[in-house]
Structure formats: C-alpha cells, structure tokens
C-alpha cells in the first residue's frame, strides 16, 4: 500500500459521525463526554484533509480543538460573542458553527476564509486578519453591550504572542478598570510563528510552573482576575474552567496551557515549520514542492549574513515573522547578536531602529507591507522626522500572490512615498534589490523603504547603478518618442511588454523608463520628454489614490499631454485572483495598448 494510497483510505474510512451532525453550538452541548473526545478526533482529521490538500494555519488549530469544543460547549454563541486573536485558530470554531462541510467536502474548500468573517457566519464578530487585536475588540464589544442594555457574555481568545502586540496590552491594561462581564482566554502553547520574544514570557513561564500561583502575575498586575489551567487540551478540565467563569460580573483571564499541532508529531516537534502548512504528505510531512528556484528570502538572508559577518555595526530586525525572509532558525543563528526579533511589535521595531541608527548602527528592519500599515506614525515621527538612516525591506507589497483582503500590501506605496524625507525604492529584478539595500544599508543621510520585487526573481536586462544618491532620477531603459512607460518595480515587466507591443503597431519605438524611485519625481526627464512625447503610461503595484502615477499625473497636468495610470482602485480585494484584479483595472498588456492607441 502506497502512502497516498494509505492517506486515501483513512479519509474514507473517516465518516465523521458527530461532525457531519453538528448544525451549530446547540449540538455540541448535547454530546457526553466520550462524544466530545471523538468530536475532537473528527475534527483533526477534517483539520488533516484540507491542510493536506490546500493548505492552511496548522499548528494553532490543532492545539485549539479542545479549547473550542469546551468554549461552544459552555458559551451560548453568538449571543455569547467569541473574539478570536487573529483567527489562526479558528478553524475548529467553523466546524462548529455550521462550517464543518469546508473542511470534510473537498468541493466546499472555497466556502469559507482563512479567519472569522461576519458574512460567513453570525458567530464570527470581526473580520481581522492582523493580530493582538481581540481584546480591544472586545472591550468595545462590552461596552456596547452595557450601554445598549443587552445581556450575554464577551470573550476574547487570544494566543501568547500576540501579547506582545501594544494593541493588546493597551487593551488588557483599559480591560483592568472595567467593572462588567469580560472574559479573556489566553492560549499559550508557548510560541508566536517563530520562537517568542519579550520579557513578559518569562513572567508567562513562572506562571505555567508554578500552576498559577506564583507571586509575579502580568495580568493581575493589570487589575484582572486570573486563574490558570495546565490541562489545555483536556475538554473536561477546559469545561469545568469555563463554567466557572461564565456570566462572571468583572473582567477575569483564563489563562489555558496548551500544545501547538497536537496530534501530529511533526508539528508538535517543529512548532515554527507548522504554524503554516502548504499542502503536504500526512505520512511523511514532506510539503509539496513548487519548484526549486531562487526567492527573495533566500537572497535577502544570504545577503544578510554575508553583511554581517563583514559588519558587525549591521542590526537585522523583524517582527516575528523572520521566514518571511529567509531567516530560518540556521541563519538566525549565524546573525547572533546581530538579529533581533521584537516579537509581535512592529511600531517598537521602527522606532528601535531610529535609536540604532542614531547612535552609528546600521540597522534593517524587514516584514511583509501589509503589517507596516501599523507603523505609519513611527516612520513618520520617529524614523522622518529624525532623518534616521533606517532600512524598511518590505515583502508582499503587491497584488501578486494575493487572497484575503486582510493581507494585501498594496496600500504600502500610498502611505509611506507621501511621507515627508522617506525614499521608497522600487527594484525591478534581483540585481537591482540588492544593488540598492547595499547603497541603503551604507549611506548615513536618509531612511529608506525597499519594496522587494513580487513577479519572480528576474535577472536585470538593462545596467543596474550601485548608487543612489542622486535621488529622484529615473532610468532610461529604451529611448524613443510619442509614448514614453514608466513602469515601476514589479510592474516593470508589464511596462516592457506594453512598450514592445506599442512600438511593434505604431512602427515607432516607444520609451521605457524604470523610475526606481516611487517617491519621487524626475522633473527634469519629463520636462525633456515633453518635447517629443504625447502620452504617457504609469503603471505601479498599488492604489492609485497618493499613488506614483498620480504624482507624475499632476506635474504634466498643465500641458497638452495625456497621461494613463495604471494601478488599482481603491478598495478591498477580497478572495479574488491577482490576475482578475490585473484585468478588472486594465493592468494587462493588450488593455494597456488599446488604451494608448485610442489616445494616440
């Protein structure tokens, strides 16, 4: 029997007897004991059959099974209203509510998100994709209760590294004051993605061996009731533990110890490789490949290392995410002292590399665009106004790669390139990237933003300079006339192909320029330009509002040209392909080129 065959066969043996019967919370609380402690199995193995298959948040739903069942069991959803921290965990809380066929019927994989969605289901809250969010939330949640004269209890499922978010000590800090019915349910299994980072871990620590008890307690400390439970992954003892609290007139946390990926080895083993699955061999735990070639992380962390071990005054920074970018355990190793990891806490981590710089280091602060949404006032205060010489590398600020609208970074460019003193950079190929966080990482007179290229890891076609202090000055790819692209990073080899098929049907070559620098504008090259070209196409990897092409709009805006930008709209992309965007804003080369020929 082959392995796959072996996977088969267990999924169909599997006929998820109580599963398939549970409509909703109601017939959880009608299951015994022994039923509950199946239920638990069924759902892993529902958990198993779409991980394996598409993918998905693995380690954290499995450790949160039982913590679910015994919340549905106890609660009354959503009369009870359940805010879960992220929604890496939610998966179990879908089965549940009536969800379970998007996880056991291949066919109904779409049916649901990746987090907890109000249009799904009355029993989802929010739709939060970003995390240390739920307490906030349901701080709010209480208060609206309260003052609306409702009934009903809040709470707030959150896992222990998202406690290192200042969204939610802020909001565990306001909780403490509260005088009403506020339940906060801390999941710890003792790792946020990567391994955890902060000192108030080592106050979690003393309160897991100590069963809760010992002296030195963050969240009493912040006016909250606390009890403990070692048994996080026993549905009896969760039950017990909830009941307890229920209907409870004063804000309590229960703080609940559990296993992340329990019930399969590897991930038990390996919590950082399984936070995230893609699609794998249940048997064997190999991920399925999608090809060998080179990613930007790789690039990224060899660079890294490489720089270090030449300059020790170089800082890496991240923010729990370091696989982001290549920096898996081996390499983070190799950084020593050299990588700092902040944890959940983006705004510390900007403004920490203002002090780094400010006192000779060189620092490199790297995470995905859609999590520096949170950091636009440090960069702006602390990092702008200061003219700290800081790095910001951004991964995923594009619309290629996308899915749920929580974490597209195309919202990137518009917020930081309007920034007062911050150069964005925008590479175009590999070169490029790493030809510009050198020049970055060793000037001394701005801070920088470097938006990593998300089409491919391209080679360059066309010179690429070593330096970047002549800021604001585009490159000149092909010199023609009547059309001039300017294509900027990743949409650059859009802007090629539209530049070749132009010129193919008008017989004349048209202008490619890569402007490199989203920021800016080169008013000196579109003043010359202007002498020979009548139109002009801008296309850029994020919304055109405050965009790049809406700023070279405006210069030529008092002559007789015609400008077309080429972007997104604004709003949330939300479960569509990138190609559909692509296509439902024109960004495609033979659109592009029907456009230009009507303006022509």
């Known amino acids: ?24 919370p109601e017939d959880v ?17 529902a958990l198993f059959n779409r991980t394996t298959k598409i993918g998905g948040h693995f380690g954290p739903n499995f450790g949160a099974v039982e913590l679910t069942i015994a919340l549905h069991y106890v609660f009354e959803s959503p009369k009870d209203q359940f805010v879960f921290d992220v929604a890496h965990q939610t998966y179990p809380h879908k089965m549940l509510t009536g969800r379970a066929s998007a996880y056991i019927d291949d066919a109904h994989f779409g049916d649901v998100c990746g987090f907890t969605h109000p249009k799904e289901s009355e029993h989802d809250m929010f739709y939060i994709g970003h995390t240390s969010t739920s307490v906030s939330l349901a701080t709010g949640l209480a208060k609206g209760r309260d003052v609306s004269g409702k009934k009903g209890n809040v709470v707030a499922i959150i896992g222990d590294g998202s406690l290192s978010g200042g969204e939610a000590l802020e909001g565990l800090d306001y909780a403490g004051e509260m005088n009403t019915n506020l339940i906060i349910v801390v999941n710890d299994n003792e790792q946020s993605i990567a391994e955890n980072h902060g000192g108030l871990y080592k106050n979690l620590e003393q309160l897991r061996k100590s069963g809760g008890k010992c002296e030195l307690n963050l969240f009493k400390a912040m006016g909250l009731d ?12 969760l039950i017990k533990a909830f009941s307890e609290v229920k209907d409870i007139d004063h804000p309590t946390v229960v703080h609940v110890h559990t296993q992340k990926g329990k019930g399969y080895a590897p991930a038990e083993k390996d919590k950082e490789e399984w936070h995230y699955a893609i699609p794998f061999n249940r048997e064997t735990g190999e991920k399925v490949s999608f090809g060998d070639g080179e990613s930007y992380g790789d690039i990224f962390a060899s660079y890294m290392l490489d720089k270090i071990e030449k300059d020790k005054s170089v800082v890496c920074m ?31 981590a900007v403004a920490m590399s203002s002090g780094i710089a400010k006192n000779g280091g060189k620092p490199v602060f790297v995470t995905n665009a859609t999590f520096a949404q949170r950091v636009y006032d440090q960069v702006t205060q602390d990092v702008g106004l200061n003219s700290s010489a800081a790095t910001i590398v951004l991964f995923s600020s594009s619309i290629f790669g996308m899915g749920d609208a929580t974490h597209i970074g195309i919202s990137a460019m518009g917020m930081f390139t309007n920034i007062p003193g911050i150069v964005y950079l925008s590479p175009t190929n590999r070169e490029e990237f790493m030809a510009m966080l050198d020049y970055s990482i060793e000037q001394n007179d701005h801070p920088t933003i470097i938006a990593v290229p998300c089409d491919g890891v391209n080679p360059a076609k066309y010179e690429v300079a070593k330096d970047y202090s002549d800021i604001g000055k585009y490159q000149v790819c092909e010199k023609g006339s009547k059309v001039a692209v300017l294509a900027l990073g990743d949409f650059f080899n859009i802007g090629s192909e ?32 202007c002498k020979d070209h009548d139109v002009f196409v801008t296309l850029e990897d994020g919304i055109l509002e405050g965009g790049f092409g809406q700023k070279i709009a405006s210069y030529l805006g008092g002559r007789d040209k015609k400008v077309l930008n080429y972007g997104f709209e604004k709003r949330f992309y939300d479960g569509i392909s990138s190609q559909k965007v692509l296509e439902m804003n024109r960004v495609t ?8 020929a009507k303006a022509l």
């Open 29 to 45: 609380k009608k299951l015994s004991g022994e039923q509950l402690t199946d239920l638990a199995a069924e759902i892993r193995e």
């Open 498 to 529: 539209v530049a070749s098929k132009i010129s193919e049907k008008s017989g004349e070559k048209t202008t490619l320029i890569n402007p490199r620098y989203a920021s800016c504008v080169d008013t000196a090259l579109l003043d010359e330009l």
């Open 1 to 24: 029997m082959t392995l796959i065959t072996g996977q088969i066969e267990r999924m169909v043996k599997m006929e998820y007897k109580i599963l398939n019967n549970i409509k909703g």
């Open 226 to 237: 606390y009890r403990y439970v070692e048994e996080g992954n026993n549905v009896e003892t």
């Open 589 to 596: 080369p033979e659109l592009i080129c029907e456009d230009v």
């Open 318 to 348: 991240t923010a729990a995410i370091p696989g982001v970018a290549g920096l898996y355990p081996d390499v983070r190793a190799r950084m020593g002292e050299n990588y700092v990891d902040v944890g959940i806490a983006e705004e510390h």
